[in-house]
């Protein structure tokens, strides 16, 4: 049975879709925080470089940005800007600078309003830009919880601690369970080893399950027939001529 034009079209167009959104999405975003960047800080930078070369060589003010603008001089304070990010990040590296750091953001969530949004933010923030998943998680195992008879997907970080498993007599795993579709939030529990099921699966194949909700499965995880269940629906879609 032959398909029609809008089927085909809607089918083609998403499949279209989904092939060039990311590699949109990430040309957009890199241009939205380039754009930020100078915005937000090479403008600045880019005034005050005007205003010490006024000063300092006694040009007239409407002459220097008139001079600026002709010359795309603005370059000058987003290369200025990326520097000086470079120059608060081997700042906050330093032991006084990372003290400084902390002191002020102690101060930020205190405010009324900024606590409710920084400490979103920070944690979305340093979970793509800081964090090494391979680093920070070791293994992905399966875990019933929060009940018997429910599997939920764990990341394990570290042994259980030292006073828990000298109560118990038992050795202990602490998991990560992170939640849906945001994997920087979730729970953190300490279970037995022999109550975890080790997945053969790597970190990025984990985040991806759980930020999709579930709908990325890794492959080598897919049931039986399951695979060939898709390819044959894939062949029924298939417009197909009518005899002659």
Partial sequence: MATSFGSDFRRS???????????????????????????????????????????????????????????????????????????????????????????????LIRLPLIKQIYPTIKQVTDFLILSDPKVEFSRVVAVEYPRKGLWSMGLVTNPGMRSIQKQSNVGLLTVFIPSSPTPVTGYTITVRRDEVIDLPIDIDEALRFV??????????????????????????????????
């Fill in 13 to 107: 167009f998403s499949r279209g879709l989904a092939a060039i959104l990311p590699t949109v999405l990430t040309v957009a975003i890199i241009g939205w925080l380039i754009q930020a960047i100078h915005s937000y800080i090479g403008q600045y930078i880019s005034a005050g470089t005007r205003w010490l070369i006024g000063r300092f060589w006694k040009v007239d003010a409407t002459t220097l940005q008139e001079a600026w603008r002709h010359y795309q001089l603005d370059i000058l304070g987003f290369v200025l800007a990326i520097i000086l990010v470079y120059i608060l990040g081997r700042m906050v590296a330093s032991l006084l600078g990372r003290s400084v750091w902390r002191s002020l953001e102690g101060f």
């Fill in 211 to 244: 930020i999709s909700g579930g709908v990325i499965l890794p492959s080598t995880e897919a049931m039986e027939g399951q695979v060939t269940d898709r390819l044959t629906e894939d062949i029924q879609r298939l417009p197909t001529r009518s005899a002659p």
